[in-house]
């Protein structure tokens, strides 16, 4: 089982690339292969915009607030239009000039902070608008960058129950009902992720499991693929994952990914399986450090410890044109300390892992 769960993502590079290769080609009559992935040139590369995205709220002024200012940086790279830029911002203002609105997807005890937010975020944008008329793409994106981490507080504070029912079958595992940050510490320097449990509960509530036992500590990286993964999260000197001490079994956990529109996510079936071809998962490979988790390819539940880091590369998972969106569960991503990856080789160390937010999230399996 080891061998398979460390080869499965060898084998969907080298499958992605001969996608690619094919494409390449410009073979007359190609079909495009049953692959789900997010529709071309429609994908979103920032893990931290992918997360403010997901968050199960449903309140339109919030979620315009944050368009306006998630376009920003896509007016940058056109060529710094300006223009384009100066209309996001007052797109921005006027939004905030009702808050009312926006306060209506908060719950009243949590009112008063989100009156906070909403005026540091009003006085953040009109700031912003002056940065703009200097038309200096550093600090424009710099202070987008800080409004956006408010923005993403503000609708945490929308966010009043947890979306769904996990499946009861599942209650034997731990579930993270909510979300957690955790602080990898390496050899080659330091990482932040955010792993999310209101769309890939018991993805998530495993891998926090985990880190909370302190499994990952010590381990090696496994592989660094030439660029496209880093993974870790074998227990040295056996071929499988986590065996829980208290029963002595092994803990595989199902597949779990969640369609962008859906209600709850799909559980032990890949996108294809499904016959949704052309859907998007609700949290895509399409950031650098997106993490998945590893699985062999002969069994699509027996995911266990082993995870992956995705080092994003639109050439090589072009937005529906990849094999692992819809086929690998997504559970989080990392939000700072990104370059770090790329200096991880084949052998490098976690010399910890430790939750610094979000714990009591975490619920274990009730006792029997």
């Known amino acids: 089982m080891f061998k398979l769960l460390k080869s499965c993502l060898h084998n969907s590079v080298i499958s992605l690339l001969l996608v690619i290769l094919f494409l390449a080609t410009g073979t007359v009559g190609w079909t495009p292969p049953s692959y789900a992935g997010l529709p071309a040139g429609n994908a979103i590369t920032d893990g931290k915009a992918l997360l403010r995205y997901a968050l199960p709220i449903d309140n339109q002024p919030i979620r315009d607030l944050q368009g306006d ?60 608008q002056d940065v703009v008329s200097t038309r200096d793409k550093g600090k424009v994106l710099q202070q987008r960058s800080q409004l956006l981490n408010v923005v993403g507080e503000l609708e945490e504070l929308m966010v009043d129950k947890f979306p769904f029912e996990v499946p009861a079958k599942y209650s034997y595992l731990p579930q993270l009902k909510g979300r957690a940050t955790i602080e990898l510490k390496t050899n080659k320097g330091n990482m932040t992720m955010v792993v999310d449990g209101y769309s890939a509960p018991i993805t998530a509530g495993n891998f926090v499991d985990l880190v909370q036992r302190g499994f990952y500590d010590g381990l090696d990286f496994t592989r660094a ?48 399986q499904a016959g949704l071809y052309t859907e998007s998962p609700k949290l895509p490979f399409s950031a650098y450090g997106a993490m998945g988790m590893a699985r062999a390819e002969v069994d699509i539940n027996n995911a266990s410890s082993q995870f992956f880091f995705l080092l994003f590369d639109s ?53 029997g």
């Open 69 to 128: 200012l998630e376009d920003i940086s896509n007016q940058m790279r056109a060529n710094r239009r300006w223009s384009a830029v100066s209309k996001d911002v007052s797109k921005a203002l006027r939004v905030l000039d009702k808050p009312a609105k926006i306060l209506e997807g908060v719950p009243t005890e949590r009112q008063a902070q989100a009156e906070t937010l909403i005026a540091k975020l009003k006085d953040g944008v009109s700031g912003l």
């Open 225 to 272: 693929e030439e660029s496209y993964v880093v993974q870790t999260g074998d227990p040295p000197g056996k071929e499988f994952g986590f065996v829980d001490p208290k029963t002595k079994k092994y803990r595989s956990i199902p597949l779990e990914i969640w369609v962008e529109g859906d209600k709850e996510p799909l559980y032990g079936i890949t996108f294809e």
């Open 315 to 367: 050439e090589l998972t072009p937005a529906g044109r990849n094999i692992l969106d819809g086929r690998y569960s997504v559970f989080g991503y990392v939000t700072e300390g990104k370059d770090v990856l790329s200096k991880i080789k084949a052998g490098d160390k976690i010399v910890s892992a430790k939750v610094v937010q979000g714990a009591e999230n975490l619920v274990q399996p009730k006792a």
